[in-house]
């Protein structure tokens, strides 16, 4: 790889599939990952729901999953590729699971959102998307002062795909230049360059969508590689059990990357077999869900129902302890906010 691989980047494997970077510990030769679009002719044989949506990329159809990260689904996956593409299937030492990671030796292209965006920068003839893309980025970066650097384009635009229904998909490099662009949203739509989306509960607490030039935006935050803290074998992760519990989020900035990470205090059982040892008690969650991802203030009080997870460090400090949501072996995770 001729680069270090940030959560996003998008690798064409030399089998025809496309994979999102999942996440920033990956094996020296490997790419953890998750399967976003699968060549159509393959759709028969992996047996998940699909959006009605087609797209074309290098003269080929492809679909995408509807959901994309269930623990129904990722079975679904696991068994298919287990079965057709073995290769794609990492039985993970450090996460002590099976996952979906792509061996370098099979990864045809891989386009890094920040590089994609710099290639259609100053091109005139751009598709209309895309110039809108381009407009927006850079109005965004002269009222944020958060150069160009730290911009990209994530999703089909990436890729150059074709699709029935396209939008503007942008990632913003670093945790300090998210929080200024978000900031820069709104002062951008009091002036009436374009509007902020409210159609859900969960974009009142993000506010990371817009309309802009009649096309839906969305706005992502990717970890610079220095905020990268964790190196993939640094920690072995046991699981202990499925856990559902009270606590209260002492500190959410690391919430608006993925996996989001919440840092908790405090821990109250609610059932007899989510009691733990005080030895186990979690110092934070991880939500490989994308749902939960920047939603939760820091001093609310949440309801949590996850897989608690050993990390044991190589120098033989005692072990720290987490709960992951999203774990893949049960759709019986989630977050809820029980008070703000």
């Not at 996952?99 to 920068?121: F, H, N, Q, S």
Request: one cysteine or more; proline letters at 5%.
């Amino acid at each position: 790889m001729s680069r270090r691989i940030l959560d996003g980047d998008v690798i064409y494997s030399k089998d025809g599939f496309i994979f999102y970077v999942f996440g920033y510990e990956h094996p020296p030769d490997r790419a953890i990952a998750f399967l976003k679009y699968i060549p159509k002719e393959y759709s028969d044989k992996l047996r998940v729901e699909y959006l009605r949506y087609e797209w074309m990329f290098k003269g080929r159809k492809y679909v995408r999953p509807a959901s994309l990260y269930t623990a129904g689904n990722y079975k679904c996956m696991i068994e298919f590729f287990e079965r057709y593409y073995p290769e794609y299937v990492y039985d993970c030492p450090v996460n002590g699971k099976k996952l979906i990671a792509v061996p370098e030796d099979l990864i045809e292209d891989i386009y890094y959102p920040d590089e994609g965006l710099r290639k259609i920068i100053g091109i005139s003839s751009l598709p209309p998307i895309c110039r809108a893309a381009v407009e927006l980025i850079e109005l965004i970066s002269r009222v944020s002062d958060v150069s160009l650097d730290n911009f990209g384009l994530h999703g089909s635009l990436l890729l150059g795909m074709e699709s029935e229904n396209p939008d503007i998909d942008i990632a913003i490099y670093g945790w300090q230049n998210y929080r200024m662009v978000k900031q820069v949203l709104g002062e951008l739509e009091a002036k009436g360059y374009l509007k902020i989306l409210y159609e859900t509960p969960i974009d009142y607490k993000r506010r990371n969508r817009c309309i802009f030039r009649n096309y839906r935006v969305v706005f992502n935050a990717v970890r610079k590689p220095w905020e990268v803290h964790d190196i993939y074998g640094s920690v072995i992760r046991k699981s202990v059990k499925h856990v559902k519990f009270r606590a209260m989020v002492r500190n959410a900035s690391e919430s608006i990357f993925r996996p989001a990470i919440y840092m908790i205090q405090g821990y109250t059982p609610l059932d007899d077999s989510s009691r733990i040892a005080k030895e186990d008690i979690p110092w934070f969650i991880v939500s490989m869900v994308g749902v939960y991802r920047d939603v939760i203030d820091e001093g609310s009080l949440i309801e949590v129902s996850g897989l608690l997870e050993r990390e044991y460090l190589p120098d033989g400090r005692p072990y720290r302890t987490r709960v992951v949501v999203g774990s893949g072996l049960s759709d019986d995770e989630y977050i809820n906010v029980v008070k703000e």
